[in-house]
């Protein structure tokens, strides 16, 4: 059994991990890992306080870096949520596998970004740059400011959300381990974060087979028919094909990236998709 510890982050700590994830949550994105580099290397400074040795945060830093999506200022809500657990890991080894973690994060990330995205992006942040080109349009300066108090309230919100699941956390995480539920929790989470990856590959995945046969007056489309039999069948074809050479054939990301743009530009050149 691992010793027990006694470690918790500053507020130092807490504000660089915030900042570090301000700023470039959005610098790394891409279709592979999504947003985990942003936020794996938000977490470095608290992790780096809760593992002095390079060794044991190794494990910790390869779990943050599987794929990760979500809003940018209601993601603080996972963000503390992490940080606590994480803590809690670090300090009592046995609370709780890391694996927790990972799935704690990809089955709130989904209802996460549902929020963040309906309410500070599609409703504040629309309404304000809406109504800060107005002014601007009319020639006031106002329409800066306006701005930039929108900017400041989202950021409150990610800050506010942090410090709160992160303080708040701890002690939920706590009353979970103590009254028996986690396992029912990490099952939960699972699924959620399975249903999650199942609809981002359902929305990113598409492939249309544009060949085409006139009869006459009529028109027979091969994807239509492809349709009638199973929807979407083509698109999760591809991404079963791209599963087992990844997983299986250990193909890199970058060859498969690169044979599907020569692939695409080729089929689209001769009318196949």
Known sequence: MDEKKNVSLSKRDVNKVIARWYITTEMSLNFER???????????????????NKEDMIPVLQRHMELFNTNATAGGLILGTTWAMEEEIANDPDSMPGQAVVAVKTGLMGPVAAFGDSFSAGTLTTLVILASCSLAQQGS?????????????????????????????RSAIKDIMSSKLMNDVIEGANILGMGMMGALSASMVTLNIALQANFGESVLSVQDKIDAIMPGILSLGVLMIYYYLISKKHVSVAKLVIATLVFGVVTAAIGLF
Request: aromatic share 16%; charged share 10%.
């Open 34 to 52: 999504m947003q985990s580099i942003a936020f794996t290397y938000a977490l470095i400074p608290a992790l780096k306080k809760l593992y002095p």
């Open 141 to 169: 300066i106002a329409g800066f400011f306006l701005l930039l108090l929108g900017t400041l309230i989202t950021l409150f919100e990610l800050i506010f959300t942090t410090k709160l699941t992160y303080t708040k956390g």
